[in-house]
């Protein structure tokens, strides 16, 4: 089959995990081309923020990335605090961190689950989901849901943690090593999970940077550039983990980063566990207006860099909101490892960039 | 040959026709001869007596039917074995009960699911059946049944069911099984490229491409059998593996042919590690994809159907068939019903460690799949054959030759 022919993968494919296409020029089994198609659920999100108070809006930015709805919520909100100039205690902060880490868990167990089955192996897409449902249990006991969590508040957290959460998130956290650990047997030991993930959409260290990869993409591909340790937030700096990264930049690399950051992300828990102050004040009234003024904050997402510009115009209402999304550029680096590569190929490499069309689309 | 449990009773049913057709024309032969149209004596002695022929027919085609409800019966539970198995593996349930809840059409729920596949036919019978618009008609309509459902219905006389049951053993064997298997790709091609839809057209490429490269190292790695046992027929090579040093099977005196030949039979099966021709990650459903209604449950019934068919050949050509290691033939052979129930079980473990592998595996993708096809099991099959007949030739009666 010399000639060439376009396949349309997408809007409803179950390669793509939520609505966008995907044009793949092929010659039989090649791709030769490809071009990516969004706005299938484009909800204005950026305007919604601009045409209300931004403290309404916090509940609308839960609804940016359904899998990992308490890191952009979080990010809203330090962003807005970073706007007021408002301190938080260091309780808050503790917190804070335990939370958004165990989002990154429940988020690469999504992540894993989704990759493990487009390879195929239809086990490994169901098991990590048990686990994701204990942290989910455990979000949902702290803040009364599952996955819209509407949580932190500016100046603070909705409410204290409730009784007995601490043990049981130390519990959960040795659970989850064990989990984390067999998975990563599991996979590691495969043949055939190992020939698919392999050697298998790479991603050099210069074509990472110019097509603006971050997170675990861009730490496959041997940069280390984890704002958790350049731009220290919150207490990341009081606490001791490592950010792994990998020189490969193929399927496996971010396969591997992604599995070591469940395990830093545990370390990171136990950690903020033990050093959690015991008195702190929780929530704290915070101004009514934003002031003049602009600000660009980000936090390291379970995908990347995520970020908020926000311009101040001394009202309730924002004047100028715009989302960074990590997982936007992550999709168009993807469409850049796909030149050359086979069909059979298209569904690993663009699963390994942990897409999330909510934030793509806005 | 054959299961000779219907042999009374074909002929039994033979002297009652018989019986009741000799008075019958004595009777019409005399009053045709008092009104003059006949001689009378001509019926004096008259017997109605059958040809051999329409005996042997008369019971080959009631154990072609036993056959087919046997395979019928085992391929809607061996779905719904795998279906339990897999979701065990996932740490789910699978299906649990079904109720048909038509006011209780059979009195009570069914437990396990085990209702769970026939109510899924039901479904998908009531379904609309839908010819894709663009589709080029006839092919999508006859290519598939002819070629992908209607042989392996053929097959079912061929296959043992232990022992020497079986309803036809000619001369070429499981030559014969091995041939209409081959006719599967060209009807999945047909399927695939008239339904016009590019998803189908990659699928049936794909598909065409692996049968073909797989059904080399399939007959390769039992060439290896057929040197040592002379034989092509299922039933002579399971006989064979008791006259091995403790009766042990072929799967242990030749490794490496058992290993080629259930990797094959996985690749011939389109089975998980090697089910790339419906990669559904991609290719949505693969050559299927246009298909609906009962046409979709055929084809995937006719998946399983042939997974039950190689589990049929791979038991009797490794495994000894109905009978076991440091056992001798006669103590199984003289029991009724021993040899049957040793070679379903049997069947039953073989599934089994493909549904296992269903359960383990991702699949592999199509370039992998033909540089395993040509690069490793071909050579591996030549080596195995190799190896066998160096040992055969030093020690025939290590593979039960003397």
Redesign the interface.
Known sequence: ?SEQ?Y?H?GPQ???NHGLWTLKVRTAG?KVIDSEIMIGYIFRMIEKMAESRPYDVFQPLADRLCYVSAMSWEGTYIMAIEKLLDLEVSKRVQYMRVILLELQRIASHFTWLSAY????????M???PY?EREYVLDILEHVTGSRMMYNFFRPGGLKHDFPKGFLEDARRLTYYLDKKIHEYKDMCDD?K??M??SKKVGILSKANAFDLGTTGPVLRASGVQGDLRKIEPYLVYDELDFKIPVQKAGDCYARFQIRMEEMQQSTQIIRQALDQIPKEGEISKKAPRKLPKGEIYFRTEDPRGEAGYYIVGNDDRIPYRIKIRSPAYNNLYASAHLLKGA??????PIVASMDLCMGEIDR | MGYGIYDGLVDFLLQLVAGILTPLIKTIGGVLGLIGLAEPEQFLHFEVEFQPSIRSTLIDTLEMTTILIFLIVNTIMLIWFERKLVARMMARRGPTFIDFNYGHFFGRTWKFGLLQNIAEFLKFFSKEDIVPEKADKFPFNIGYFAFVVAPPFILGGLLPLGGSAVVADPAVGFLLIFALFSLYPVGVLITGWSSNNKYSLIGAFRSAAQLISYEIPLIFSVGAVVIVTNSFSLVDIAAQQTLTPFHLPFAILMPIGFIVFMVALAAETERIPFDIPEAEAELVMGWRTELTGFRYMMSMATEYFILLIGAFIGVSIFWAGSYLPFIPREWIDNLPLLPNIIFIVKLWLFIFLFIWVRGALPRVRVDQLLNIGWKRLIPLAVLNIIVVVILFISNPSLFGVY
């Open positions: 089959m022919m396949i993968m494919h179950p390669v089994e493990a089955g487009d390879l195929g192996v239809l086990t897409l169901v098991i048990r495969s055939v999970f020939m698919r086979k069909v059979a190929d298209i569904p």
